[in-house]
């Protein structure tokens, strides 16, 4: 039987490993995780056919960051233009801060996943394969019950939100390594991948979303992963795709 599929769209520039973490999450509970790359222009109208291929029984859309959210967000009606009729979620920094403007203002967006969001995105496509109502789970914003993509005239409705309690942020080394389908990208001739050895940051600067993500998050501002796992991941793609540079992504 074949594994129920989710879609995640978002930018590819390089190896996006907000993407690909939540797709090793969604493979290692047992679903098929599809990485639909969108980094602008001519293909979108790619990205919408691939997350339709790929007949997910949820598409999730990244919205990182503010300069590109509209962009990323008029997707989810083109899904729906499209005849997509599962569901639709978004994640990332600015879906999280702007989570009720969100579903208020793009009626073809179910839900939103708040901060970390590998536990998350797997217990809601595992309500969804199994027939179940949907309800705030811990990190999930939900429309009211009964207000499910409401239309939207002129002015953001003021559609009421379901919002799940704060999920406690994972532990780093419990995660699994990031997918790392396809081949390593080159760095002036050398293989090279992105890798990440923390999540959040320890300074207080008032200006940064980062701060701001990691202050209002359920657990450590600061998280480490320990050596001996970054080494292990840094190992594997070593010996598995030749890669001999790495680039830290860490937020600090």
């Not at 039987?1 to 493979?27: F, I």
């Not at 501002?221 to 680039?247: D, K, P």
């Amino acid at each position: 039987m074949d594994r129920p599929a989710v879609a995640l769209v978002g930018s590819e520039h390089e190896e996006n490993l907000s993407l690909r973490d939540l797709a090793a999450a969604a493979e290692q509970a047992g679903f098929r995780a599809e990485i639909v790359a969108y980094d602008g222009g001519p293909a979108r109208a790619a990205a919408v056919r691939l997350a339709l291929a790929a007949e997910p029984l949820a598409i999730g859309i990244s919205v990182p960051f503010q300069h590109r959210a509209q962009e990323m967000l008029s997707l989810a009606q083109e899904l729906r233009d499209a005849g997509y009729t599962g569901h639709i979620t978004t994640g990332g920094h600015f879906a999280t801060f702007e989570h009720a403007a969100i579903l208020r203002a793009h009626p073809a967006i179910d839900s939103v996943v708040r901060h970390e969001g590998e536990e998350t995105l797997v217990e809601l496509c595992a309500a969804l394969r199994d027939g179940e109502p949907l309800r705030p789970l811990p990190g999930l914003v939900l429309r009211a019950s009964g207000q499910k993509r409401l239309p939207v005239a002129g002015r953001p409705a003021e559609v009421a939100i379901d919002v799940g309690p704060e999920r406690p942020l994972p532990k780093l080394d419990r995660l699994p390594f990031p997918d790392r389908r396809g081949e390593a990208m080159e760095i002036l001739g050398v293989r090279s991948a992105p890798v990440i050895g923390s999540r959040g940051c320890y300074a207080d600067c008032s200006f940064c979303c980062i701060h701001a993500y990691a202050e209002a998050a359920k657990g450590p501002r600061y998280r480490m992963r320990s050596v001996a796992g970054i080494v292990a991941e840094m190992h594997a793609e070593y010996t598995r795709r030749g890669v001999r540079l790495f680039v830290f992504h860490d937020d600090n």
